[in-house]
């Protein structure tokens, strides 16, 4: 199928109407946001002056030469080229260093979009901003299916001076989904995946969005059991007050969200999250309701961690909790973003590389490897 995509931003003119000119980012952040949400302050904020700065991108056409110099002269450069057209369409993002030194490979990064997004939503989220700093190869796809994605993989082997050890699949909302669902069956393939705005590892029926189908998907206890023994890095971003209401686990989900395609009842959430624990070697988490929270991680995530920590960023405290193995070793974390919306805060993409990019896999044996480094202070 090739028809051209329905682009839109999942949003009415009314939900994106303020005072604010530009993109009017308070707007959209209150459609993005639950009953708590307070979209004005977060629009506001130091954070918020960073989400504007990034969605600027999306005011130059998509192939213009605007959008190419603008990667091109942002952090070390990236070379973007826009390729196929409707469901075929997809970007890349090589680094400029390809040009100067041959030899050199890169890490490869699956971007994935949102729900009725188009690919060039993708460049507001920080990964490819990212990407830049540390010089990664991006390829974001529009069909987000697995032949796809597999498609694009090999032909980049074929063409891209990619490190093949090192590469990852991140996403948000729709895309985080699809990063869960590629990574847990694909573990060969990728080093880590991060999974923004969407918490899934289960079962979905089949189902079309915007002229594109998705098959059913069932996550088995083999595929869990490969992804264990092989080893797979995950990172879960969340908000506070998205309006899928992620977190903390024990909240039911209202309205649309309740019936919608993704199952995010309060079963199905913790279901997933323990399906992401045990495919990173842990045993099963102790989860949290309301006034049985012994730490400020546990009240906002609603579950217990053997390691936690909150930092700070743009204003923004970050609540950080590990899954860690019995050796010690961290492959699944999950992050939640003080009073954040379901849009990227920040801090998600720099979080996400922090984690997973500390993980390779090695071509001979094919399990995973880590190392110490580390991009964050």
Request: hydrophobic share 35%; aromatic share 10%; charged share 25%.
């Amino acid at each position: 199928m090739n028809e051209a995509k329905e682009v839109k931003m999942g949003l009415t003119g009314e939900d994106v109407q303020s005072a604010d000119p530009g993109f009017a980012l308070a707007g959209l952040l209150a459609a993005m946001g639950d009953s708590d949400a307070d979209p004005e302050a977060i629009a506001a904020s130091e954070d918020g002056k960073i989400i504007a700065e990034r969605m600027a991108c999306m005011g130059m056409p998509e192939d213009s030469d605007q959008s190419k110099a603008y990667w091109a002269g942002y952090e070390k450069g990236l070379r973007k080229e826009v390729h196929g057209e409707g469901l075929e369409k997809w970007a890349s993002y090589i680094p400029l260093a390809a040009e100067t030194d041959p030899e050199r490979r890169f890490p490869l990064i699956f971007c994935l979009h949102g729900a009725h997004n188009p690919i060039q939503l993708t460049e507001s989220y920080g990964i490819i901003q990212t990407a830049a700093r540390e010089e990664c190869i991006v390829i974001a796809p529009e069909n987000e299916n697995w032949s796809s994605i597999e498609a694009l993989y090999n032909f980049a082997k074929e063409n891209y001076p990619a490190d093949l050890s090192r590469v990852y699949c991140m996403g948000y909302s729709f895309g985080g989904f699809m990063s869960s669902r590629s990574g847990l069956a694909h573990p060969e393939i990728f080093a880590g995946i991060g999974m923004g705005g969407m918490l899934f590892a289960g079962d979905v029926r089949a189902h079309d969005l915007d002229g594109q189908w998705y098959e059913e998907y069932t996550l088995t206890k083999e595929m869990l059991d490969n992804v264990r023994e092989k080893g797979l890095a995950s990172i879960l971003v969340l908000g506070e007050n998205e309006m899928l209401r992620l977190l903390p686990l024990w909240k039911e989900p209202e309205g649309e969200v309740k019936d919608g395609v993704i199952p995010l009842s309060s079963d199905d959430k913790k279901k997933s999250f323990n399906n992401l624990r045990y495919a990173a070697g842990c045993k099963p988490a102790v989860f949290v309701g309301p006034g049985e929270e012994n730490s400020e991680v546990g009240k906002s995530i609603g579950a217990r961690f053997e390691r936690e920590e909150i930092r700070t960023y743009c204003g923004r405290r970050y609540f950080i909790g590990d899954s860690v193995k019995e050796d010690g070793e961290c492959l699944f974390r999950t992050v939640s973003c003080e009073k954040m919306v379901h849009w990227p805060a920040s801090a998600y993409a720099d979080l996400m590389w922090e984690h997973i990019s500390r993980f390779a896999r090695d071509p001979e044996s094919g399990k995973l490897k880590s190392s110490s480094r580390m991009i964050l202070n």
